[in-house]
């Protein structure tokens, strides 16, 4: 069965700083992997995704992960982070079984001014 | 563009009433889905249906019921709610193998 961790339940960062969200994988076969991110009362909303390709994914709002087949990662990045970056993130894999998408439990981030 | 569209966006239900939530899309996918979403629990499927007519159980369907009345439509049933149901529900939609798009999610509470 596909799944994903994401080992931290909270990340701290100082706004300007880099910041990394991580989340490791398992699957069998090739892997379809997704990065959400949900603001408070909001839904889900689609930041990137790996299907094929570069290892480096470019995502919306500034955002990339790179995706590590060796270490079964595929952490979110960002340069420079903003004190709006402040949400839930979640990493997705798919599910080939069941055609649907298998969540990590969410890292909240917290970006300081 | 609408995307996905969930009614109602917040209920409150007494332990053993019944109710059923709206979902539709207007992006022509085939596939929908229906999450809860409980903290620190991430984002566990309910039901998904991966065309019209068809539905299967996710990870966690007991207590729930589901129908694919159109390719637009994907509604979720709860047929007598409990304390355990109270939670963020989230209906997507999905073409292929892309990304999922979801609604902004009904807040349930079963006192």
């Known amino acids: 069965a596909q799944s994903v961790a994401q080992p931290e339940d909270q990340v701290n960062v100082a706004e300007g700083n880099p910041l990394t969200v991580k989340c490791t994988y398992s699957?069998?076969?090739?892997?379809?992997l997704f990065w959400y991110v949900q603001y408070p009362n909001r839904g889900l909303q689609f930041l990137l995704k790996?299907?094929?390709?570069?290892?480096l994914v470019k995502g919306s709002y500034g955002f990339e992960a790179e995706f590590n087949k060796s270490q079964t990662s595929f952490h979110l990045k960002k340069p420079s982070a903003l004190v709006s970056d402040s949400a839930l993130y979640f990493c997705?894999?798919?599910?080939?079984?069941?055609?649907?998408?298998?969540f990590g439990s969410g890292t909240r981030l917290q970006v300081q001014p | 563009n609408a995307g996905v569209t969930q009614t109602p966006k917040f209920q409150v239900l007494k332990t053993g009433q019944s109710m059923t939530l709206q979902c539709a899309q207007d992006?022509?996918?085939?596939?929908m889905y229906w999450y809860r979403q409980d903290p620190g629990m991430g984002l566990r499927l309910i039901y998904y249906?991966?065309?019209?007519?068809?539905?299967d159980k996710g990870e966690v369907p007991n207590g729930y019921n589901v129908s694919r009345l159109n390719k637009r439509e994907f509604s979720l049933r709860l047929e007598s709610a409990a304390p355990s149901q109270t939670s963020v529900y989230f209906c997507?939609?999905?073409?292929?193998?892309?990304?999922?798009?979801f609604g902004q999610g009904t807040r349930l509470t079963v006192v």
């Open positions: 790996y299907i094929t390709g570069d290892n």
């Open positions: 997705a894999v798919r599910d080939t079984g069941r055609r649907a998408l298998t």
């Open positions: 249906s991966a065309s019209e007519g068809t539905t």
């Open positions: 997507a939609s999905r073409r292929g193998e892309g990304e999922a798009f």
């Open positions: 699957v069998s076969g090739n892997p379809y």
């Open positions: 992006m022509n996918h085939n596939s």
